[in-house]
DNA sequence: GACATATTTGCACAAATAAGCAATAGTTTG
DNA sequence: CAAACTATTGCTTATTTGTGCAAATATGTC
C-alpha cells in the first residue's frame, strides 16, 4: 500500500473518527430519503454552520453525497462506498498473517 | 446506539485515522510475530517517543495488545476485535435501509 | 554498582480542530 | 425588489493533537 492510499484511508477513518460527524453518519443511516441540513444540525445539536461544515467534511470523504434541491441540498449516505472501505481494511487486518514471510525467517522453525 | 457506544467507536476511528498510526497498524498487519516499538518507530520514522505515545493510544482502543518480554515490549495486532468492528460498522451503513420507517411516512406512498 | 538497551514521561511548541456567532450567498415566494 | 428560508463562509477562541528532545524509568548484562 502506497503512501498515498494509506494517507486517503487515513482521511477517511478521521472524518468518520468524530463524534459529531459520527452522529451525522449514524441519523443518516436510518433515513432512506436525502435529508437536508437543517434536520441533521438536530441530530447533534450544534449550530447550523457546524453542521454544514462537518458535512463537507464528510462529502470530501465521499462519505455523503449531496444534491441541491431548491434551496436545500439534501445528503445522503454513499453506504456501498463506506461498507467497501471498510470491509476492505477489515480483510486486510485479519488475513494478512500469510504475510508472515515477511518476518525474517518467520515464526520459530521452518 | 447509545451515546457512550458512539463515543467509543469515534474514538476507534479515530485512533486509525492518524496517519502514522495507521502506518504502524498496517506495519503489525504483515507481522505474524509481535514487534517491538523500536522495530515499528523505524517503519514511520519517527522518535521512539513518538511511536510510544502512538502505541499507546492503540493499545487504549484496544487494536494493539502489548506483552512484556524483557525490557522489550512486544506489540501485536488485535485482528479479530478490528475487524469485527469495522464489519459491525459496514453493516450498519449498507444495510440499514430497512429503517426507513424512521423517516416519516417514508419514500412516496404506501 | 556501572553500563547498555528499551520504553515512557515531562516539557515546549506549532499546527490542526471544533465550536459559535455574525455576515453573506443562493433560492423561493410575495 | 423585499422578505423568508436554507446553507455556507469569515472571524475568533479554546482545546486537542502530533512532534522532538531531554530526562527518567525499567530491565538485562558485566
Known sequence: MDTQSLQQLADLLKALGEYNRLSLVYELCGCEK????????ECCSVDASVASRHL???????????????????YSL??????????????????????????DQAVSGG
Chains 1, 2 share one sequence.
Open 56 to 74: 463537507k467534511i464528510l462529502a470530501e470523504q465521499d462519505i455523503v453525497r449531496i444534491e441541491k434541491s431548491g434551496r436545500e441540498r439534501k
Open 78 to 103: 454513499n453506504r456501498q462506498k463506506i461498507a467497501n472501505e471498510l470491509r476492505l481494511l477489515a480483510e486486510r487486518v485479519e488475513g494478512s498473517e500469510r504475510c508472515a514471510a515477511n518476518d
Open 34 to 41: 436525502p435529508q437536508n441540513a437543517m434536520c441533521l444540525c
